[in-house]
């Protein structure tokens, strides 16, 4: 039903019509049966963040403490074209998970009308995050911030695939 009214709205030319389509599209989403994953609500709202920080910090936490991924950090900061890489898989990664929640269904939770906020909401969570506790908790020295910024990229993925994962969870 949703795909039909997707297509529906794909071809609407009147924006009382596009409204009536989208209002329509809200109400199905609210009525079908939802599974264990695809359980987002029309925004993303306090408690979508407060789930992304959990998740996050969950996921992060054995990894900065862990000297290994310090190690991998500094290996990155050294082969900038490996960083780059990893930084996209980052993303990928949380878009894939965030895409299997069916995130993009979401037609009010947009910047500017465009930009999915969810996503980047995770990715600045768990990014500022990642940030906040590598360097309160000093395990990087800025005065080198190309292998500080490698480590916390790397800490920072992680912190994003938890903050997705801990996103898409059912509630109840």
Do not use: C, Y
């Amino acid at each position: 039903m949703l795909t039909k009214l997707a297509e529906l709205e794909a071809i609407v030319d009147r924006e009382e019509e596009l409204e009536q389509v989208r209002e329509t599209m809200r109400t199905a989403r609210h009525v079908r049966p939802q599974g264990v994953i695809g359980r987002f609500q029309d925004q993303f709202g306090p408690r979508d963040a407060g789930e992304a920080l959990v998740g996050s910090f969950v996921f992060g936490m054995p990894m900065i403490v862990e000297d290994g991924a310090l190690e991998i950090g500094r290996f990155l900061s050294a082969r900038p074209p490996f960083l780059f890489l990893t930084a996209l898989l980052g993303v990928a990664l949380v878009f894939g998970v965030l895409h299997a929640g069916e995130f993009e269904r979401v037609v009010e939770d947009r910047i500017f009308g465009i930009l999915p906020l969810r996503p980047v909401g995770i990715i600045s969570i768990a990014g500022v995050m990642a940030v906040g506790l590598m360097t309160v908790w000093g395990r990087v020295s800025w005065s080198e911030p190309m292998v500080a910024g490698s480590q916390t990229l790397l800490i920072g993925i992680v912190m994003g695939v938890g903050a997705s994962l801990g996103d898409i969870l059912p509630e109840n």
